[in-house]
């Protein structure tokens, strides 16, 4: 098991083939009580967004799929990937996620997939 933190609003856990995502309360605006419950509720409004985006016509085989959504967004569990080999692209997506950091893109089933494709 492997635990990711450096997400702002998301926690990743990488257990044997599955990636889980819930949502951070290391807060995103600031440490206190508010600021944490302001990344808390950014990261189930994230988890949320790839759940319904994962699904749309221009989505579908670009990102990795959301297997399975509990809670209304406190738990999704996707299949994990591959780290992205050197050179490798992702995949144009419209809307456009914005965030092009190498590590929020993978390789699943021999495909370039977005990692982390939220858009509030």
């Not at 257990?15 to 206190?32: E, H, L, N, Q, V």
Request: glycine letters at 12%; a neutral charge.
């Amino acid at each position: 098991m492997r635990i990711i933190r450096t997400g702002i609003t998301r926690t990743v856990i990488l257990i044997g083939k599955y990636a889980i995502k819930i949502p951070t309360m290391r807060g995103c605006t600031t440490r206190d009580m508010r600021g944490r419950m302001d990344g808390f509720a950014h990261g189930i409004i994230a988890n949320n967004s790839e759940y319904l985006w994962h699904t749309q016509e221009g989505f579908r085989g670009k990102v990795a799929p959301v297997l399975h959504s509990f809670g209304w967004g406190l738990v999704q569990v996707y299949p994990r990937c591959e780290p992205l080999p050197p050179g490798a692209e992702a995949p144009l997506l419209d809307p456009d996620p914005g965030d092009h950091k190498d590590d929020n893109h993978g390789l699943w089933n021999g495909r370039v997939v977005w990692l982390d494709y939220a858009m509030d």
